[in-house]
């Protein structure tokens, strides 16, 4: 069991800590803010305020936030999802109180200057044409639309329209509204002292707290297809609902899609590709939240095999009423490696313990292996009467 410690501060913030030996930290702050919390007219305004706290805070240029980590060889980034937005950076633990003081000046001193807001509007404006332009990024944007009506089907991002209909004044407002201590949390994983990390964000972070959010995904299914100039090969993806992370049957749909779509032993990919030659590109995914869960198998191809890769997608799903006890001890086995493997990561395991805080509890995060383990193979064969499912193509003109 790894060294792990957990406190909520006086001042509201959650503090976790996870004690590690080499002489590095990973460092998060993070609030529990995302796109799934944003309607149809503020869509894109989570990723939109990522993008202006790196273009200097109260105290900090942009290139003293960058200079600050980088030249003690560290490095840092940001990233939006769902349900949270996070800044983050990894360096050697001796500067560790560099990593937190910079990661809480982003997270809670942004200057939002306006002419970096009128500059990043066009930034993002660009980013969005770049995802709409990249046929591999753009069905999965598609995807999560087929799958959940609007709002929560929107890209994260936003639309052209929306981020131009921005306005600085709301920016400052929401950030003033929503990026609340008892909001947030800041994790460290890494060779550091938690008391001492403690003390210190205590005298960082103030006091302020705000209402719960909360949001309610509503689930559909569709199937849509798009014709596109310009591109030669067909992308295809297939989409189901799956628990959401406070749901524990979650782990049942891992044991599933590591039988399915879990790397190049997958029934997928030897099927689609070694076996039959339909495709270059078979890969799934199961993305998760709070509130939502959805799994999405994408395969690139040629516009006369989209019939049939659908059809060996369900008869794969299935088959699963199948799956014998030697391949299902092979899927755990293989999800509990794999979990290892990925823990080795600081950031990784950082990352890990912040969503399973903002989902409920981040000690379910050293709960994986006995979670997977105790998954029924009965369970696994349920997922085979899938009924409803979403598709979307986008084929050549």
Request: aromatic content about 10%; some cysteine; glycine content about 6%.
């Amino acid at each position: 069991m790894a060294e792990f410690y957990k406190k909520k501060l006086k001042n509201g913030l959650t503090v976790l800590f996870e004690k590690r030996s080499l002489p590095v930290v990973s460092i998060s702050a993070s609030v529990n803010m995302g796109a799934a919390f944003e309607n149809e007219k503020n869509k894109g305004m989570s990723h939109f305020m990522e993008h202006l706290m790196f273009k200097g805070t109260n105290s900090r240029s942009q290139e003293e936030i960058a200079r600050e980590i980088e030249k003690k060889g560290g490095v840092l980034n940001a990233y939006t999802s769902e349900e949270i937005t996070s800044y983050w950076n990894k360096l050697p633990s001796r500067h560790i109180f560099t990593g937190i003081s910079i990661a809480s000046d982003l997270i809670l001193n942004p200057k939002f200057d306006a002419v970096e807001f009128e500059k990043e509007k066009k930034v993002i404006v660009e980013e969005i044409k770049m995802y709409h332009d990249s046929p591999g990024r753009h069905v999965y944007d598609k995807i999560k639309e087929m799958l959940y009506k609007k709002p929560f089907g929107m890209s994260i991002a936003g639309t052209e329209q929306i981020i131009n209909g921005m306005t600085r004044q709301g920016i400052v407002d929401s950030f003033e509204s929503i990026y609340t201590s008892d909001s947030m949390v800041l994790a460290v994983v890494g060779d550091a002292d938690f008391d001492e990390i403690c003390r210190q964000a205590e005298k960082i972070y103030p006091k302020k707290t705000r209402k719960i959010l909360e949001h309610n995904p509503i689930k559909q299914n569709s199937q849509q297809t798009e014709k596109r100039s310009g591109i030669d090969q067909a992308h295809f993806i297939f989409g189901f609902h799956a628990p959401a992370l406070k749901d524990k049957q979650r782990y049942t749909y891992e044991v599933a899609g590591a039988y399915l779509f879990g790397g190049m032993s997958s029934r997928l990919f030897q099927e689609i590709r070694e076996k039959r030659g339909l495709a270059y590109a078979v890969k799934g995914d199961l993305d998760l939240g709070k509130e939502y869960g959805y799994s999405a198998i994408y395969v690139g191809t040629m516009p006369d095999k989209i019939k049939k890769i659908k059809d060996i997608i369900l008869k794969e799903i299935r088959e699963l009423k199948n799956l014998n006890q030697l391949e299902f001890n092979e899927c755990k086995e293989q999800l509990i490696g794999e979990r290892k493997v990925v823990e080795e990561d600081s950031s990784s395991a950082m990352n890990m313990l912040l969503v399973e805080e903002f989902a409920g509890n981040a000690e379910e995060h050293y709960k994986y292996e006995e979670r997977i383990k105790a998954v029924k193979l009965s369970n696994v064969k349920n997922i085979s009467k899938l009924k409803a499912y979403s598709t979307f193509s986008l084929i050549p003109k």
